[in-house]
């Protein structure tokens, strides 16, 4: 701060004249005499080295100094009001502390997060993005969000929750247009495309192929990813097909960024949980609330919708390139 701040009894009786134009008026509104709020004026004015008022016996009028200085002295009395007004009526809510997977903050909970701000603006978050499965008994937070083999609530801390939000079952998922220009109408037409690969799960291509009874495709040909979050966003520039979990593509398969051709899903042993402490504090049990509706909402509402006969159906003979032909 360049200077100290000028006294602020001062302020507060230059207010109140500057108001009633008087300070008599000031005094009774102050519980003070007129001239105690003289002398404080006159204070003022010698810690400013400014006049602030014009004195006549018709009363008092602010010079050009005083009429440039009122607005801020006006503004700052108002903030500290409000700054009153705010420690008097609620209390501070405490931090809400949210440790969750990368690839997941990024693909669901990010897009919903600001509804729950909006419902409490109270609320303050937190969110650490930890890849790892956290140490209940080290790891400081109020709430995480993993994804782990469903045997695992067994093996927990009897003062820890696990609360399904989604399975991990993974399904072939590509853009329209390489829906269309491979004509991608049965599992086996996926001889005609490239398949994208997770780095962490390289036998989710085999095992998806032989549950739905295709033989001769290479399930280990084509490029690989580290993060599921990076396939989807190849599949989705039409690079290739990426057997993506379901969780992840609710969003682009709703607006239609990405479409999931086929009915056979490839089940997984792990799914997605919300972890936390049981009797949880108010403030993290409405965001546990809060996540387990949006999580119930997701999985009722975002059925991913089939690529459709008309989407998948070959483009007319000629064309092999360039826009489709329009739908009847």
Avoid at 184 to 192: M, Q, V
Wanted: glycine share 8%; hydrophobic share 45%; aromatic share 8%.
């Amino acid at each position: 701060m360049p200077r100290s701040l000028p006294p602020l009894n001062a302020c507060r009786s230059f207010e109140a004249a500057a108001r009633h134009a008087s300070f008599a008026r000031a005094g009774e509104e102050l519980h003070v005499t007129a001239a105690a709020v003289s002398h404080q004026v006159k204070q003022l004015e010698g810690w400013l080295g400014h006049k602030l008022f014009h004195r006549s016996h018709n009363g008092l009028a602010l010079t050009e100094r005083g009429r440039a200085f009122l607005p801020a002295v006006r503004e700052g009395f108002a903030q500290i009001a409000k700054g009153v007004e705010a420690i008097s009526s609620t209390t501070i809510a405490p931090p809400l502390a949210i440790s969750v997977a990368p690839n997941f903050a990024l693909k669901w909970l990010i897009p919903r997060l600001g509804t729950f701000a909006q419902a409490h603006p109270a609320a303050r978050i937190e969110l650490v993005n930890r890849p790892q499965t956290p140490d209940f008994s080290r790891d400081r937070f109020d709430v995480a969000i993993r994804h782990l083999d469903s045997g695992v609530a067994g093996e927990a801390a009897p003062d820890v929750c696990f609360d399904l939000l989604f399975p991990g079952d993974t399904t072939p998922v590509a853009s329209p247009a390489l829906i269309r220009s491979a004509r991608l109408r049965r599992p086996a037409d996926l001889a005609r495309c490239t398949l994208l690969h997770v780095t962490q799960q390289p036998d989710d291509w085999a095992r998806w192929l032989a549950g739905a009874g295709v033989t001769g495709i290479d399930a280990t040909k084509g490029p690989h990813f580290d993060s599921y979050a990076l396939t989807v966003e190849a599949a989705a520039s039409g690079w290739g097909v990426a057997l993506a979990r379901e969780d992840f593509i609710f969003g682009d398969l709703e607006s239609g960024r990405l479409l999931a051709p086929f009915s056979h899903r490839l089940a997984s042993r792990r799914a997605w949980f919300l972890v936390s402490f049981r009797d949880p504090p108010a403030h993290v049990a409405a965001f546990r609330d809060w996540l387990l509706g949006q999580a119930r909402a997701s999985r009722a509402t975002a059925k991913p919708p089939r690529a459709s006969r008309a989407t998948a159906q070959p483009l007319p003979r000629g064309r092999r390139g360039g826009r489709p032909a329009a739908r009847r």
